[in-house]
């Protein structure tokens, strides 16, 4: 049913590797859409390989934004992309296009979806420093262990090695009295600005785990050794918010020495797979998800996108024909 007053917008997500990028496209061409990419790492410029970007052979002329529009030593978090989003769709709106919200950060398309208020975060940094200080001298597992007792429902999307989000959960909790996986169900309980339509893609579970394989081994072929030695003499580190993505931290691992390649390939495949299961957990939480199931289109990318067409219609994002 057709929102009167507000805006369309479509969302195109689901875990690592299950196809979302080109799906995005043929969407786009079909709808008049613009894609916004909602990735924590294809931000960046010079991680193209580690990132899996898309090519702007694979873009096929639809315009694409937040993509390579950051130095890997520029600061990039939720209230960054939902800056730079805001913009991004103020812009394709102008063009009397529709804005396609693509990508696999579950949080950065809630903040965009329900327009979520970030200016509660006061500027008082003590805490998070002492916080960061202990995550240097104990290492992160240590802060982990405090989360799980503080908010162990949080810790089921937070990864370990996450410790920037680790550390902002644990933060939250000490400021506010409240865990910040009941403040994130609070804002998934916002009504959203958006007449939206919010797609899952979703495939066999060890359909998804194969091509997350195939896909870091493509990722080494390519040079995402090569790619890392370059960012480390460009003076990235460890302790880089861009360096903390997947495939980046465990080959400067091994860079450095700290561990051999066959270790840090083995480390990246499976918290790759960890992470997808991840991504699910999210987006079973969110409200108002229309699940498209590979299998059941039979794998055909027309019975797909007609069906996701026949959902904006209803919608109104799209009009009747």
């Known amino acids: 049913m057709k929102q009167e007053g507000k805006k369309p917008l ?26 916004i990419s909602a990735d924590s790492m294809q931000v960046y410029r ?37 800056r730079m989003a805001r913009a991004a769709a103020q812009e394709i709106y ?12 579950g949080f950065y398309i809630q ?14 940094t003590a805490l998070r420093s002492t916080l960061e200080e202990a995550a240097r001298k104990e290492g992160p597992a240590v802060l982990y262990e405090r989360l799980k007792t503080i908010d162990p429902v949080s810790c089921e999307s937070i990864h370990a090695n996450n410790i920037k989000r680790v550390i902002r959960a644990i933060e939250f909790y000490e ?44 990722m080494l072929a390519q040079g995402l050794v090569e790619e890392v030695s370059a ?4 003076g990235c580190t460890k302790d880089m918010v861009s360096m ?24 990246i495949k499976r918290d790759t797979r960890h992470f997808a299961k991840r991504q699910l957990t999210w987006f079973r939480r969110e409200k108002e998800v229309i699940w498209v199931d590979k299998r ?26």
């Open 244 to 267: 903390q993505g997947l495939g980046y931290k465990e080959i400067l691992s091994c860079l450095e020495g700290e561990i051999s390649l066959e270790e840090a390939v083995y480390r």
């Open 111 to 124: 903040a965009v979806l329900y327009d979520i208020d970030f200016t509660e975060n006061d500027e008082d």
């Open 46 to 82: 010079h991680m193209d390989i580690g990132s899996a970007k898309i090519t702007v052979q694979e873009m096929a002329g639809i315009p694409h934004h937040l993509i390579d529009v950051l130095d890997p030593t520029d600061e990039f978090n939720v209230v960054v992309f939902q």
């Open 296 to 321: 059941e289109l039979d794998y055909s990318s027309q019975k797909i996108l007609l069906f996701m067409q026949g959902i904006l219609r209803e919608k109104g994002i799209l009009l009747q024909k």
């Open 175 to 218: 400021k506010t009295g409240q865990r910040i996986s009941e403040h994130n169900r609070e804002q998934r309980e916002r009504l959203s600005p958006y007449n939206f339509a919010y797609f899952v893609l979703l495939d066999d579970r060890e359909k998804i785990y194969g091509k997350i394989e195939e896909r870091v081994d493509l």
């Open 10 to 35: 479509v969302i195109l997500t689901g875990p690592t590797a299950v196809g979302k990028s080109a799906l995005a496209v043929e969407l786009a061409e079909r709808i008049g859409g613009e894609i």
């Open 94 to 105: 102008d063009r009397g296009h529709i804005p396609i919200l693509a990508g696999g950060t």
């Open 231 to 234: 960012l480390r003499d460009r």
